[in-house]
């Protein structure tokens, strides 16, 4: 496959799954919008993956390039059926683009926490292999408030409702966090929103605790980025 992904900041990147992506021999092209660079049409390419951010979704004035990604979400997704995949930022983009909404937080989601399965996800194709409930990175101050006609909601939080959503055959998108190597915390907390955030979260001592935490877990977390990248690929190749 020959994946189109677009980032909206340097230091959050497919982690993990690029991994993944060069054993199998898949190649992608990636895009940083947050830097100037220039969204590309997406003929030729075989999916679509959009990943986190510190920006918000509906930050248009300020980040007028979000304007063109969702009518490229929305192209890729509902126009042309093209595999999809969206992270944190890239998962509340997806559901805008298709007409859901996104709002700020009543409670922002920062640590390793649980999320849990619905019925939906618990039979789908996205997270087959996984437990009820699983362990994840959140690191997010907005969510989805509304989701999209036709979409399925795959995982739910006690904090937010929508945690992973799947629309159409070969849509998926979550609001958690799977992608994550032993240096993600170190990184994006030097991302001043991220960071920040953190802070005020976690405390003072926020940044090494979530490290400390993230050490302890990564081996399981990274079983299941390895899982979700396979169920993902399943879903893919359906038609």
């Not at 390419?45 to 009518?71: C, F, I, R, S």
């Not at 362990?135 to 939080?157: F, I, M, N, R």
Request: with cysteine; proline share 6%.
């Amino acid at each position: 496959m020959k994946l189109l992904v677009l980032q909206h900041a340097e230091a959050e990147h497919p982690g993990i799954f690029r991994k993944f992506l060069s054993e199998d021999g898949h190649d992608y092209d990636a895009v940083e919008l947050d830097a100037g660079e220039e969204l590309p049409s997406i003929d030729g390419y075989d999916g679509l993956w959009v990943l986190g951010g510190p920006m918000d979704v509906w930050q248009e004035d300020t980040h007028p390039w979000l304007v063109a990604e969702k009518a490229c979400i929305r192209d890729a997704v509902e126009g042309r059926g093209l595999p999809f995949l969206g992270l944190c930022l890239g998962h509340q983009l997806l559901a805008e683009a298709l007409g859901g909404s996104v709002g700020p937080s009543r409670t922002p989601e920062i640590g390793i926490m649980d999320v849990q399965l619905t019925e939906d996800g618990a039979t789908g194709v996205i997270f087959d292999g996984f437990p009820e409930a699983f362990p994840c990175l959140q690191w997010h101050s907005a969510e989805v408030t509304k989701v999209p006609a036709g979409a399925e909601v795959l995982a739910t939080s006690p904090a937010c409702a929508v945690q992973a959503l799947k629309w159409g055959p070969r849509a998926y998108s979550a609001q958690f966090h799977i992608e994550i190597e032993a240096d993600t915390v170190t990184n994006w907390n030097m991302i001043p929103e991220y960071a920040d955030a953190l802070v005020q979260a976690m405390g003072s001592d926020g940044p090494a605790r979530l490290e400390r935490d993230l050490d302890a877990n990564i081996d399981a977390l990274n079983s299941l980025a390895e899982r979700l990248y396979i169920n993902w690929l399943q879903a893919a190749a359906q038609i």
